[in-house]
């Protein structure tokens, strides 16, 4: 099974900060990445599908990059809404294994 | 308006069995596939499974294989999740979400999880 492991488990910073998270795969996945924002007693949000696109409605401040097996997450400028855990996904094959999630919390 | 609705919490005696139901609106049921997704107090994401609302086919992570079933009913575009002989470590909020895909980008669909029912909390305690 592929495994994706993402760092840092857990960072602070400050709103307006320039965040990255960085997602590595096991194995080679091309661009089948999928990241998550899951905020605490609520069900996770799609935000980046095939690594890079956007998905409809999520602020152009979050991008996806990467192919093969590093891949990553960047908030441009961090607001209080976007304190959450996020999770990358791959969906190359199945089981359609998840990251253990990166925690954004207050600097 | 695209919704997955789910079933109520429900609390379980180990050795039971949990079904849950998703049931979807506001699209073509048979469109899309059905992921269920689990996760344990304080811990991450984990993928069960997930179901073809178009023809029934189904796929399973390991770990669940031979304990869980995924069935649909198109007649009420609902989805069931059916997990057997329940055990302490099954208690979790179990989650599930429309498979959906993008094709033309990458050599095959990529798929993805877009809307996500808003999370059954099951509870397996003696």
């Known amino acids: 099974d592929i495994q994706l492991t993402q760092s840092p488990s857990s960072l602070s910073a400050s709103v307006g900060d320039r965040v990255t998270i960085t997602c590595r795969s096991s194995?080679?996945?091309?661009?089948?990445l999928n990241w998550y924002q899951q905020r605490p007693g609520k069900a996770p949000k799609l935000l980046v599908y095939?690594?890079?696109i956007l998905q409809s409605g999520v602020p152009s401040r979050f991008s996806g990059s990467g192919s093969g097996t590093d891949f990553t997450l960047t908030i441009s400028s961090l607001q209080p809404e976007d304190y959450a855990t996020y999770y990358c996904q791959q969906s190359y094959n199945t089981p359609r294994a998840f990251g253990q999630g990166t925690k954004v919390e207050v600097k | 308006q695209v919704l997955l609705m789910q079933s109520e919490s429900e609390v379980k005696k180990p050795g039971a069995s949990l079904k849950v139901s998703c049931e979807a609106s506001g699209y073509t049921f048979t469109n899309f596939g059905v992921t269920w997704v689990r996760q344990a107090p304080g811990q991450g994401l984990e993928w069960m499974g997930r179901i073809s609302a178009y023809n029934g086919n189904t796929d399973y992570a390991p770990k669940f294989r031979g304990r869980v079933t995924m069935t649909r009913d198109t007649s009420t575009s609902t989805v069931y999740m059916e997990l057997r002989r329940l055990r302490s470590d099954d208690t979790a909020v179990y989650f599930c979400?429309?498979?959906?895909?993008?094709?033309?980008?990458?050599?095959?669909?990529?798929?993805?999880?877009?809307?996500w029912g808003q999370g059954t909390t099951a509870i397996v305690s003696s």
């Open positions: 095939a690594a890079s």
């Open positions: 194995h080679t996945i091309s661009s089948f």
């Open positions: 979400a429309r498979d959906g895909a993008v094709a033309g980008v990458l050599p095959r669909p990529a798929h993805y999880m877009d809307v």
